[in-house]
């Protein structure tokens, strides 16, 4: 369907897609900080360093681009070859190969001064949000996605790896070069984790069913994670049960525990929702989102009907391992507000991956699985008669 305009289009590039705003945006939301320092400050505090010492800067510039290079050379020299397909082994070995570079050159100075780590961190969240065109045939809503995939780490989940480590410095509980973060994984978590705490100086073990694909142990390494692979048998249960032990037999080491954790949901209400009401000036009727851990739905949800109590929240599930709608018991987030949700829709794997094909070929937007599976559902609510010139909103 013809979708009229909620806010100026912004056409600077030739776009299949209409954007709600403009991808590029200076970092203005707030975290439990105060707020991020902006870039341009940043800038200004490197050049008035730059003016002052100009001679050390040249030389440590020069110093760095020469341990740069080197190791860009070491990784393209051992990952060149690799085919993870047909040698598993090799991929391990890659991926402790990177995360030596890193730790050495964390050593080194040339990882992150203290500007350039918060300079990094600005990156999380403002994410834009566009129409979806061509996947919504038949559809009588509107249904706008917010890209979550150009976060830092390709998804959601790096809100809440940063949100999480720093409410527990906040409290006290932890500190860069004194703990040692724990956590159980088998998703985008693990990385969004990994990702802040490299920035940020902490050591991670990530616990992990063996069955987990080769790829993600791989980043989770190059991050310079430490990877403790359990019984896949016992699927996420093994995993968590093996974090709860290191906990216990480690010094300092502290586990977010991400499906209880009030931060997880804390992020989402204080930025994601905000994001969303702002990107669609209070013009969204409808939000949609997978479950998971609760944070997503939860915290968005809460904010969005904390500013309409007639926008409707529609949770998404797995239809194999449907817990919220009833069909199959199981565990259910401490952090997921059930009452919260209006409706619980239920997609299969297959419905999933075959969105998230059609998103890549059609729409030109490469997703993972969880948000083909939202986007399945936002398209199946946008058909239904009653939701008609109405706004569907879902990260994705």
Same mark, same amino acid.
């Given at each position: 369907?013809?979708?009229?305009?909620?806010?100026?289009?912004?056409?600077?590039?030739?776009?299949?897609?209409?954007?709600?705003?403009?991808?590029?945006?200076?970092?203005?939301?707030?975290?439990?900080?105060?707020?991020?320092?902006?870039?341009?400050?940043?800038?200004?505090?490197?050049?008035?360093?730059?003016?002052?010492?100009?001679?050390?800067?040249?030389?440590?510039?020069?110093?760095?681009?020469?341990?740069?290079?080197?190791?860009?050379?070491?990784?393209?020299?051992?990952?060149?070859?690799?085919?993870?397909?047909?040698?598993?082994?090799?991929?391990?070995?890659?991926?402790?190969?990177?995360?030596?570079?890193?730790?050495?050159?964390?050593?080194?100075?040339?990882?992150?001064?203290?500007?350039?780590?918060?300079?990094?961190?600005?990156?999380?969240?403002?994410?834009?949000?566009?129409?979806?065109?061509?996947?919504?045939?038949?559809?009588?809503?509107?249904?706008?996605?917010?890209? &979550?995939?150009?976060?830092?780490?390709?998804?959601?989940?790096?809100?809440?790896?940063?949100?999480?480590?720093?409410?527990?410095?906040?409290?006290?509980?932890?500190?860069?070069?004194?703990?040692?973060?724990?956590?159980?994984?088998?998703?985008?978590?693990?990385?969004?984790?990994?990702?802040?705490?490299?920035?940020?100086?902490?050591?991670?073990?990530?616990?992990?069913?063996?069955?987990?694909?080769? &790829?993600?142990?791989?980043?989770?390494?190059?991050?310079?994670?430490?990877?403790?692979?359990?019984?896949?048998?016992?699927?996420?249960?093994?995993?968590?049960?093996?974090?709860?032990?290191?906990?216990?037999?480690?010094?300092?080491?502290?586990?977010?525990?991400?499906?209880?954790?009030?931060?997880?949901?804390?992020?989402?209400?204080?930025?994601?929702?905000?994001?969303?009401?702002?990107?669609?000036?209070?013009?969204?009727?409808?939000?949609?989102?997978?479950?998971?851990?609760?944070?997503?739905?939860?915290?968005?949800?809460?904010?969005?009907?904390?500013?309409?109590?007639?926008?409707?929240?529609?949770?998404?599930?797995?239809?194999?391992?449907?817990?919220?709608?009833?069909?199959?018991?199981?565990?259910?987030?401490?952090?997921?507000?059930?009452?919260?949700?209006?409706?619980?829709?239920?997609?299969?794997?297959?419905?999933?991956?075959?969105?998230?094909?059609?998103?890549?070929? &059609?729409?030109?937007?490469?997703?993972?699985?969880?948000?083909?599976?939202?986007?399945?559902?936002?398209?199946?609510?946008?058909?239904?008669?009653?939701?008609?010139?109405?706004?569907?909103? &879902?990260?994705?």
């Amino acid at each position: 369907m013809a979708v009229s305009g909620l806010l100026p289009h912004f056409h600077s590039f030739p776009s299949t897609h209409h954007l709600l705003r403009p991808a590029i945006r200076p970092p203005k939301f707030s975290f439990a900080n105060g707020g991020f320092p902006s870039i341009l400050a940043v800038n200004a505090e490197a050049k008035a360093k730059a003016k002052a010492k100009p001679k050390a800067k040249a030389k440590a510039k020069a110093k760095t681009k020469t341990a740069v290079t080197a190791t860009a050379t070491s990784v393209f020299e051992d990952t060149h070859t690799v085919n993870i397909a047909e040698d598993v082994t090799q991929g391990e070995q890659m991926g402790k190969q990177a995360s030596n570079i890193a730790n050495v050159s964390l050593v080194s100075g040339v990882r992150c001064s203290f500007s350039h780590m918060f300079a990094l961190l600005t990156l999380i969240g403002r994410t834009p949000m566009i129409y979806l065109n061509k996947v919504t045939q038949g559809c009588v809503a509107n249904i706008a996605a917010k890209l &979550e995939s150009m976060e830092p780490c390709r998804s959601v989940k790096d809100r809440i790896g940063y949100s999480m480590i720093l409410d527990a410095e906040e409290s006290g509980a932890i500190s860069p070069g004194r703990s040692i973060l724990v956590e159980p994984t088998s998703g985008n978590t693990g990385l969004g984790i990994a990702f802040v705490a490299a920035a940020k100086g902490y050591k991670l073990i990530a616990t992990m069913p063996a069955s987990m694909d080769i &790829e993600r142990r791989i980043l989770l390494r190059v991050f310079g994670a430490e990877i403790v692979l359990t019984d896949p048998m016992k699927g996420m249960k093994g995993a968590i049960d093996k974090a709860e032990d290191i906990v216990q037999s480690k010094p300092n080491a502290y586990m977010f525990q991400q499906f209880d954790n009030i931060a997880n949901t804390k992020i989402h209400f204080d930025t994601t929702g905000p994001e969303i009401w702002e990107d669609t000036v209070g013009s969204v009727d409808i939000f949609v989102a997978g479950i998971g851990t609760g944070g997503t739905v939860t915290g968005t949800g809460r904010y969005l009907k904390m500013m309409n109590r007639d926008i409707k929240v529609v949770g998404v599930e797995p239809a194999d391992r449907s817990v919220i709608s009833g069909d199959n018991p199981g565990y259910v987030p401490s952090i997921l507000d059930v009452k919260l949700l209006d409706e619980v829709l239920k997609i299969t794997n297959d419905e999933a991956v075959e969105m998230a094909r059609k998103l890549a070929l &059609e729409e030109g937007l490469l997703v993972g699985i969880s948000s083909g599976a939202a986007a399945a559902a936002a398209v199946s609510i946008a058909k239904r008669p009653e939701n008609a010139g109405k706004l569907i909103a &879902e990260p994705i």
